[in-house]
């Protein structure tokens, strides 16, 4: 690895205690009490009341296992665990806290309280280590609110600037930027706070894998070697409003039908890739006035697409939008496009899965290696450090549901081979 003298100062045992899964169950349950949709999945969208009192819990937890808690002007909290030389660049782990509407309790919550737990584990064993240590919880990593992901980790990246905040919004039209204001954040400042100032030695992030080739091989970790980027567009049918029995079907210029054919144009070209990993999924959907005996004359509705590769989705999307072209004018609508995000993936860094690979070897875990197709907060932290990432396994592959499910065995096997590594790494030159 071209930015890492890989000399260990000195030989660091493995930890000597393995990750408390008490603990981390603990954790988990106790942070699905922030939520706006008991008894029907976890809903904490990011910045609002139950996001806040859920960050509350955490830094008050990151606090009792002795770290050192600060928060940055999007939200994002750090807990360290200062090393011998704070002057060399620290080492992070870390996810979200923020969920979809009626999601799981493990979607980036799993990372969160294994970082925690890793940094405790390394903390009680005395192990000394060069480097700081820092478990993160970015804020807003799904883009359910304000139509933008990764906001915390965008903002350190450097790829969210404050004209974004004012420019995405959600669909009440309150502001992102608004939203912060309102948070106590003082979103005006941004420009000088971000992107991140000071560099970071390595990243490694737990996450759940919302997907069941974990499963399907019976292995309780993934070690991931690659994550998949996001394509993120608004996509507008502008047609004629008009009665449903009074228009026959030759006359109409129906928006909804226009969308729903943009829609299969969409799946056919992602099912017809012979990309790995591209995904199209249309998500949202509105359709004005939405009434059942009227045309709909306006429709808007998300699109979103993934790949491990930024050409396969460009190949896609030149289909996608020759294809809204002929069905344009074919069916006598007006389409508009607008792109919000077209992310390159991020190739996990060798060293690290190497190490994590080693590390797993040595607690006699065993593991594959796997590519992420959701997109994660390590996606955006790629702009400025080396990354890798740890995966659980999701029981039936099911995720983004309130069905989501990951063992605590499985989650706490993943936290030991996460702090054997994060200290490692915190112990290269
Ligand atoms: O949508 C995603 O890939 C992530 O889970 N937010
Ligand atoms: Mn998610
Ligand atoms: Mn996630």
Same mark, same amino acid.
């Given at each position: 690895?071209? $930015?890492?003298?890989?000399?260990?100062?000195?030989?660091?045992?493995?930890?000597?205690?393995?990750?408390?899964?008490?603990?981390?169950?603990?954790?988990?349950?106790?942070?699905?009490?922030?939520?706006? +949709?008991?008894?029907?999945?976890?809903?904490?969208?990011?910045?609002? @009341?139950?996001?806040?009192? %859920?960050?509350?819990?955490?830094?008050?937890?990151?606090?009792?296992?002795?770290?050192?808690?600060?928060?940055?002007?999007?939200?994002?909290?750090?807990?360290?665990?200062?090393?011998?030389?704070?002057?060399?660049?620290?080492?992070?782990?870390?996810?979200?806290?923020?969920?979809?509407?009626?999601?799981?309790?493990?979607?980036?919550?799993?990372?969160?309280? *294994?970082?925690?737990?890793?940094?405790?584990?390394?903390?009680?064993?005395?192990?000394?280590?060069?480097?700081?240590?820092?478990?993160?919880?970015?804020?807003?990593?799904?883009?359910?609110?304000?139509?933008?992901?990764?906001?915390?980790?965008?903002?350190?990246?450097?790829?969210?600037?404050?004209?974004d905040l004012k420019a995405h919004s959600e669909p009440s039209g309150k502001s992102l930027y608004e939203a912060l204001k309102d948070a106590g954040y003082q979103p005006d400042s941004f420009d000088q706070e971000f992107?991140?100032?000071?560099?970071?030695?390595?990243?490694?992030?737990?996450?759940?894998?919302?997907?069941?080739?974990?499963?399907? *091989?019976?292995?309780?970790?993934?070690?991931?070697? =690659?994550?998949?980027?996001?394509?993120?567009?608004?996509?507008?049918?502008?047609?004629?409003?008009?009665?449903?029995?009074?228009?026959?079907?030759? *006359?109409?210029?129906?928006?909804?039908?226009?969308?729903?054919?943009?829609? #299969?144009? #969409?799946?056919?070209?992602?099912?017809?890739?012979?990309?790995?990993?591209?995904?199209? +999924?249309?998500?949202?959907?509105?359709?004005?006035?939405?009434?059942?005996?009227?045309?709909?004359?306006?429709? +808007?509705?998300?699109?979103?697409?993934?790949?491990?590769? $930024?050409?396969?989705?460009?190949?896609? $999307?030149?289909?996608?939008?020759? =294809?809204?072209?002929?069905?344009?004018?074919?069916?006598?609508?007006?389409?508009?496009?607008?792109?919000?995000?077209?992310?390159? %993936?991020?190739?996990?860094?060798? !060293?690290?899965?190497?190490? %994590?690979?080693?590390?797993?070897?040595? $607690?006699?875990?065993?593991?594959?290696?796997?590519?992420?197709?959701?997109?994660?907060?390590?996606?955006?932290?790629?702009?400025? +450090?080396?990354?890798?990432?740890?995966?659980?396994?999701?029981?039936?592959?099911?995720? !983004?549901? @309130?069905?989501?499910?990951?063992?605590?065995?499985?989650?706490?096997?993943?936290?030991?081979?996460? *702090?054997?590594?994060?200290? @490692?790494?915190?112990?290269?030159?």
């Amino acid at each position: 690895m071209s $930015l890492f003298n890989i000399c260990i100062l000195k030989e660091v045992d493995s930890l000597d205690q393995k990750a408390s899964a008490k603990n981390l169950e603990k954790w988990i349950e106790e942070l699905d009490q922030f939520n706006q +949709t008991p008894g029907n999945g976890t809903t904490r969208p990011v910045y609002t @009341k139950e996001d806040m009192e %859920a960050r509350r819990y955490v830094r008050d937890l990151m606090s009792s296992v002795g770290l050192e808690v600060t928060e940055d002007n999007a939200g994002n909290l750090f807990g360290v665990l200062p090393g011998e030389d704070p002057s060399l660049d620290p080492v992070w782990t870390g996810s979200h806290i923020d969920t979809v509407p009626n999601g799981g309790k493990y979607d980036g919550i799993a990372g969160v309280f *294994a970082g925690i737990e890793a940094l405790r584990m390394i903390k009680e064993s005395g192990a000394p280590h060069k480097r700081n240590l820092s478990v993160n919880v970015y804020s807003g990593e799904e883009m359910s609110r304000f139509g933008v992901c990764c906001i915390g980790s965008r903002a350190i990246s450097g790829r969210l600037h404050l004209e974004d905040l004012k420019a995405h919004s959600e669909p009440s039209g309150k502001s992102l930027y608004e939203a912060l204001k309102d948070a106590g954040y003082q979103p005006d400042s941004f420009d000088q706070e971000f992107p991140c100032k000071t560099p970071v030695y390595a990243s490694l992030e737990l996450h759940i894998e919302q997907n069941d080739v974990l499963e399907k *091989a019976e292995l309780p970790v993934g070690i991931v070697t =690659g994550i998949c980027a996001p394509t993120n567009l608004v996509v507008e049918v502008f047609g004629v409003q008009s009665h449903a029995g009074g228009t026959s079907m030759t *006359a109409r210029r129906d928006a909804y039908m226009a969308a729903a054919e943009i829609s #299969l144009l #969409l799946e056919r070209l992602a099912l017809e890739s012979d990309s790995m990993y591209i995904t199209g +999924t249309v998500g949202e959907m509105a359709l004005e006035p939405n009434a059942a005996n009227v045309i709909p004359g306006h429709v +808007t509705f998300s699109v979103d697409i993934r790949s491990v590769a $930024l050409e396969d989705k460009d190949a896609l $999307l030149e289909k996608f939008f020759s =294809g809204i072209k002929e069905i344009e004018e074919r069916r006598k609508v007006r389409v508009t496009t607008e792109m919000m995000n077209h992310d390159k %993936a991020v190739i996990c860094d060798k !060293h690290i899965v190497e190490l %994590a690979r080693e590390v797993a070897t040595d $607690l006699d875990i065993p593991v594959m290696d796997i590519v992420s197709g959701p997109y994660h907060d390590s996606l955006m932290l790629g702009d400025i +450090t080396n990354v890798g990432m740890i995966f659980v396994p999701s029981k039936d592959g099911i995720s !983004h549901n @309130k069905a989501e499910w990951t063992s605590i065995e499985d989650i706490a096997r993943g936290t030991d081979i996460l *702090a054997n590594t994060l200290l @490692k790494l915190a112990n290269e030159a």
